[in-house]
């Protein structure tokens, strides 16, 4: 492995880890809240990679999260993680194993111009249906429009990725800035969930790279295909 990228997959990890681990001894955080951040550390490097492993580990991990998000009111979150989040990366890790290549690669698909039109819908569509019909259900949630669109989004994405869209790596970018400043909002008033704010950048920088490397291995699949 070159320096280089040794240095790009491995030193934020360890520089984000070393960031959420000060936070939990000095801000008195819990297990419940420390232990899904430390865990997507791993999920995030995996995804880079286009490894299915990321969505077993990241389905599993997903009940964590449901945990954690009750616990801070996020409602729409919590929901996301544990009924649609968990069962849709468990069901992507199967898929994945059966769209194999004979390099052992998972081969990647791209949206067109109307299927992009459609998953933009898809998201507006949503999120009207979410926060307007769904919020009085979970009455006291913290920050409804952020979360829902969060929600929305993550659905999307979780699903796309499924069906191994190298477009699921954008918007999961949008859905990771969301996340920054949701989180940035709630640890400003509740400090000990600062380390949601560490993995919110950390997943932005990992998701920006896997958006970038899918796009590169998908190219050179379409090559490869080509000149078969």
């Known amino acids: 492995m070159k320096t280089r990228t040794w240095l790009i997959n491995y030193i934020p990890t360890l520089m984000a880890a070393v960031l959420i681990l000060y936070c939990t001894v000095g801000l008195e955080q819990s297990l419940l809240k420390t232990l899904p951040t430390l865990i997507t550390l791993c999920v995030q490097l995996l995804l ?4 299915r492993y ?22 729409f979150s919590t929901v996301s993680a544990v009924l649609i989040s968990a069962p849709i990366q468990l069901f992507s890790f199967i898929r ?13 698909k791209r949206l067109n111009g109307r299927a992009w039109g459609i998953v933009i819908a898809a998201i507006a569509v949503g999120f009207v249906l979410c926060y307007f019909l769904l919020a009085p259900f979970f009455a006291g949630a913290n920050y409804p ?3 829902a669109l969060s929600f929305t989004l993550g659905i999307v ?6 069906f191994r869209y190298v477009e699921s790596q954008y918007i999961s970018a949008v859905s990771t ?8 909002m709630i640890a400003r008033s509740a ?6 704010v560490i993995i919110s950048v950390y997943n932005c920088f990992r998701v920006t790279q896997a958006a970038c490397r899918w796009t590169k291995t998908y190219a050179k699949q379409i090559k490869e295909e080509t000149n078969a």
């Open 96 to 108: 994945w194993g059966k769209n194999r290549r004979t390099d052992k690669t998972t081969a990647l």
């Open 145 to 147: 429009m952020l979360d």
């Open 48 to 51: 880079v990679s286009a490894n």
């Open 177 to 184: 800035c969301l996340s920054i400043v949701m989180w940035v």
């Open 54 to 75: 990321a969505f077993l580990l990241g389905g599993t991990n997903a009940l964590l999260y449901g945990a954690a998000y009750f616990s801070e009111g996020l409602y």
């Open 157 to 162: 994405v979780s699903l796309l990725a499924a």
């Open 191 to 196: 400090p000990e969930n600062f380390n949601y």
